[in-house]
Structure formats: structure tokens, C-alpha cells
């Protein structure tokens, strides 16, 4: 799922590409795409685009007249750049924006069709959408502190959960744990005045290491690989990999389509983090200890 560095790397390349430019018309091939009824999508065409930004995860495209088009990626969803009046093929593409300098076509891998686009009218109407996290970039200490410790979860949840940061999941919140050095099932009430902070400043760091990153392989065109596994990351999607600073082998929880990815030496103190499928097949076998698991 495309995250808070790949949404902001989009943002700036549709800001270049469509900001203050006329919508000749939005097209959608396959109607499950629009989740909402009005406005109804010819009413756009004609309207200039005043804005480009995001909501979190949401592409957020402001036309004149307060509307918007909000576009959420999910899990297989991604944007293209092409030609003016590509046409729509296949059934992985969903929907165009259609533009005399270009087409924006949304499409959707896999059968699952997740990815969304809500159209809307009025301040109140965009606004709705948001969940109300906070923006990790922009986030005083204390306000990170004070929003992540509210209830009381696990350090991956919370960072994930977008009531209380916007634009973070599964493959950041690996990297920032790992660059904190922080259990992912560490309890937010249970942390330290030091840790806290460890865990701000990895936040941060992460994010913005990883915007400025993708925006340089970009390159000035539009993004084009965008993953959620990514060389260069130290723990998400390397399991059994060496960590980049011990060498000790990368572990792996999977829970319903979410995973953990986290090194036992670097942020576990050398204890495995009990997956729940495994560790009930194997029971009295499963390793409770690195050293177990190289034994």
C-alpha cells in the first residue's frame, strides 16, 4: 500500500503536472470505483484543479466550486501518467482524469477491488473523509506523545492506526521501529521518557529520509515503482535476511494480511515474538530465543 513518502512523492508530481490546469473529464471503466452519488462525475468537466494535496493515505484533488476528487490507493492501487486520451484497457484500469496536457489513469492489480474514489462537494464533504490523525512530518513531541498514549496498544497498531497519525503502515512502521529500537508489541503506556523520543525522532527521520529518496529516483518524472518493498529498507520485506547492523537473521510475524517485520537482537533484547499460527503448531518446540532459533 502506497504510504505517507510515496503519497507525498505522487502529490508533488500531480501539483507539477495538473495544478491549475482544466479536468476535460473524468472516465470511469469500471462504476465500483466511485463509492459516492453525488456530485455525478460529467459535472467536473470543464473545472480547474485549485489544489493538490492528501488526507493521510488519500490523493486529494480540489477542483473549483469546492469540489474534490479523493482518490485512496488501498493495498494494489497506483497512478500513471500517460498520453492525452489513452484509452481505458484491461480491467486493472479503473478510471482516467483526462487533461489537454496528459491523462491520469488509476488502476487496481489483483482481483480485489479495494481502491476508491469518493467525489465530493463542498469543504465539509472532503473533509468528512479524514480520520482525523495527525500529520507524523509536522507533529510537535508532546502532540505525538500525547496522541499515540491515549489508549493503550501495541507500538505497531498505534502507529498504523489512522485516528492518530495519518499516512503510516505496514512497511514504515517496520522501519521506524527497527530505527528506534523498539519491539513492535511494545504497549504505548509502557514507555519510557527516552523511548518516546527515540520513537518521535525515528518517525521523523524515516519519513522524511524515504520522501527525499523517492523523490530523487523519480527524478523529476512521474513515480512509476512505487512498493511497498523497497531496497535500501532495513527490516520490511527482508525476513530471514541479515539486519543491516547485527547480521542476525530478520524475523517475521504474519497476522491477517498485516505483518511484522523486526530483528530480535536490535529491538527485542534477542526474544522471538510468538507468531500465533506457528507457535501453536509447534508448541513446546517453538524457539523462544534467537540462540534457539540458530541452534
Known sequence: MPELPDIRVYVAALKERIEGRILNGLRIANPFVVRSVQPHPSELAGLEVVHVGHQAKRIVIGLAGEHCIV????IAGRLHWKNPGTLLKGRNQLAALDFDEGTLVLTEAGTKRRASIHLTRGEEACSSL????????????DAFRE??????????????????????????????????????????????????????RATRDTLHGWTERLRREAGGKFPVKVTAFREGMAVHGRYRQPCPVCGSPVQRIVYAENESNYCARCQTGGRLLADRALSRLLKANWPRKLEDLEE
Not at 130 to 141: A, I, M, Q
Open 130 to 141: 479524514d480520520r482525523g490523525g495527525l500529520d507524523p512530518l509536522s507533529v510537535s513531541e
Open 71 to 74: 482518490i485512496h490507493l488501498m
Open 147 to 200: 496522541r499515540l498514549s491515549r489508549e493503550n496498544h501495541t507500538l505497531k497498531r498505534a502507529l498504523t492506526d489512522q485516528r492518530f497519525l495519518a499516512g503510516i503502515g505496514n512497511s514504515y512502521s517496520d522501519e521506524i521501529l527497527f530505527a528506534a529500537r523498539l519491539s513492535p508489541f511494545r504497549q504505548t503506556h509502557a514507555l519510557h521518557a527516552d523511548e518516546w523520543q527515540r520513537l518521535y
